[in-house]
């Protein structure tokens, strides 16, 4: 696609997404590819293009005769990230962040684990440089330069635990630690016992200690859990409260 029908997917794809994520489209509401191309001036060619997005996404199914059937939740590929975000924006995001807090407490305590027990000498020497970037940044601030450098300290333990489904992950936890920045729930600076945790987890790895690099890995989970359980619930909401944006 050219610039412009693929400037025109990416607003029709982040218009009917976030629709059917919100619940505004309910599972079995019928679209059709028609009804795209009149609502939104757009070729067929682009409306194919979303179809097979959203398709791809277990979003919808397309039936002869019906069109395109929006499913029930249970289809979608909630791992997705575009799926994660429109959650993260729209009335379930309270719902969203509780299976993605839950997710991270199953899996990142045995990612820096298996990294202490797993990743090489260089590996090792890598992460501890990250985290001990992220500390240091996290001193001056939680702005943008602190976000990618915190994304990129998980995303290393994840790929260096020697567990290619952990790795996989990696855009699960990338979501979660961008979204809060981005929607301004980042506190101006990090919560001290917040960098603790980010330097334990970072020396023992190094050290190859994967009890104490687990323990401070869960207390960093258990942090932003709590740190959530004390935002404003009007900035989380329910269905109820906020509307899909």
Not at 93 to 114: C, D, H, K, M, N
Not at 136 to 148: D, I
């Amino acid at each position: 696609m050219n610039d412009a029908p693929s400037s025109r997917f990416t607003e029709i794809l982040e218009t009917v997404g976030p629709e059917i994520v919100s619940g505004e489209n309910a599972p079995g509401t019928a679209l059709t590819l028609a009804g795209i191309e009149e609502r939104f001036s757009c070729s067929r060619t682009v409306a194919r293009e979303v179809q097979r997005r959203l398709e791809g996404l277990g979003l919808v199914r397309a039936q002869r005769r019906i069109g395109l059937t929006v499913l029930p939740r249970e289809e979608w590929a909630v791992f997705d990230p575009a799926i994660i975000r429109w959650r993260l924006s729209g009335p379930d995001r309270a719902r969203q962040l509780e299976s993605l807090t839950a997710l991270r407490l199953a899996i990142e305590p045995q990612a820096v684990s298996s990294a202490a027990r797993f990743a090489s000498k260089q590996q090792r020497q890598e992460i501890l440089d990250a985290g001990l970037r992220v500390v240091a940044l996290g001193a001056e601030g939680s702005g943008e330069e602190f976000m990618r450098a915190d994304i990129a300290f998980h995303t290393m333990i994840l790929a260096y635990s020697g567990n290619e489904m952990f790795a996989a992950l990696s855009p699960v936890v990338e979501s979660v630690l961008t979204w809060r920045t981005e929607v301004g729930l980042m506190p101006p600076h990090p919560e001290p016992r917040a960098m603790e945790d980010h330097r334990r987890i970072a020396v023992e790895i190094y050290r190859g200690n994967p009890q104490a690099a687990a323990a401070a890995m869960r207390d960093l989970v258990d942090e932003v859990q709590e740190a959530f359980a004390e935002i404003d619930p009007s900035l989380l909401g329910s269905p109820a409260e906020i509307p899909a944006e």
